[in-house]
């Protein structure tokens, strides 16, 4: 290939670079701002409700979670069998 192809191709690859650095820095950006709102709303929602109100709901969640974990555990050991 002539040099200036490849000149060619690789600052062409490296605007492409820069452009998917500038999404995922942006990206990262808005996780924060996401992140920041849920606190601020989880902090709202705590304010206006009764502590054992909010226990409760906390303890629910737990729950949840530690059952949408396991179902997704065993769906993972389902597809390592599957995969030998």
Known sequence: ????TIQG????LEKQMLAITNV???LIQDMGSVESIANGALSALKISMTEEEWDAIVEELKQKHKKETTEECK???KNKKLEL
Do not use: P, T
Not at 1 to 4: A, C, G, H, P, R
Not at 9 to 12: E, G, L, S
């Open 75 to 77: 769906d993972c050991d």
């Open 9 to 12: 191709k690789f600052k062409k």
């Open 24 to 26: 995922i820095k942006r």
């Open 1 to 4: 290939m002539k040099e200036s």
